[in-house]
């Protein structure tokens, strides 16, 4: 009984770190191709914008997939509102990565009527035939008063290009995150039913195990919605997290001899 518990120890263990390691490699992806478009602006943008100047729109959340396969094409959406009580011109410019071009981007001026209180959406399609130096698909949006001002507001995402065994986007999407949290709980209830036999029934390490998962969970849903500061705090929490026990199973003192 002994050694079936602490084989079911291992095994929990070694199950939960398999979907740890799936749902965090894949935020992490994602992650780092969102921190990658931070630099993206093109020129002379970078210099130009001003996010004091006055801009009569109001631009909605730019909505990108989290990553696309070779040979697929992803639809980047953005949503522009007129919040006056008077019709406006809203004028969108958008920077998307391609090689071979002027600065490495193409780049499409817009404008968009609205009338008081409507909204519009925009739309543009990637693949990755727009991935430049890294596999990562980079854009920007930038909404300016008129044609001839600088832009005032801006919005940007990061798209990783991802080719694994032929799957489409949505399957490794599902497989590292739905699958990856499933068998993060199921690695703990190994873990707990194993320890429910032990002798040393510390759960601490449980804890630990826990608190990691639901960090996870709360990293996924940053990345779902975009919440690329909250994905970044939630990330470094995990190192933490991490860390901790790590150094709570080196130190963790030995069983006394019998």
């Not at 998307?96 to 909204?119: A, D, F, N, Q, Y």
């Not at 739309?123 to 698909?137: D, G, K, L, T």
Request: aromatic residues 8%; contains cysteine.
């Amino acid at each position: 009984m002994k050694r079936n518990n602490q084989y079911l120890l291992v095994i929990g263990l070694l199950v939960y770190i398999l979907g740890m390691v799936a749902s965090l490699m894949f935020n992490v992806l994602v992650l780092w191709a969102n921190l990658e478009g931070q630099s993206f602006w093109g020129y002379p943008e970078a210099l130009s914008f001003d996010s004091s100047l006055t801009a009569e729109a109001r631009l909605g959340r730019l909505t990108c997939p989290m990553i696309i396969t070779p040979g697929e094409v992803g639809h980047l959406e953005l949503k522009v509102r007129n919040p006056n009580n008077y019709p406006i011109e809203a004028w969108i410019s958008a920077h998307i990565s391609k090689p071979g071009e002027t600065e490495g981007m193409i780049r499409e001026l817009t404008s968009v009527p609205l009338e008081p209180g409507k909204s519009s959406k925009l739309s543009w399609q990637v693949s990755s035939e727009n991935v430049i130096n890294r596999p990562i698909v980079q854009a920007r949006v930038f909404l300016r008063l008129t044609k001839a001002h600088p832009p005032a507001r801006t919005k940007h995402c990061g798209i990783f290009v991802v080719d694994l065994w032929g799957m489409s986007a949505n399957t490794i999407t599902l497989l590292a995150l739905v699958g990856g949290h499933i068998l993060q709980v199921g690695g703990i209830l190994m873990w707990a039913n194993g320890l429910q036999f032990s002798r040393n029934r510390n759960h601490t390490a449980r804890n630990l195990l826990i608190a990691l998962s639901i960090l996870s969970l709360l990293m996924t849903i940053s990345s779902l919605y975009h919440s690329w500061v909250l994905s970044m705090v939630e990330f470094l929490l995990i190192l933490v997290f991490l860390f901790t026990t790590v150094g709570y199973s080196i130190g963790m003192p030995g069983k006394p001899s019998s």
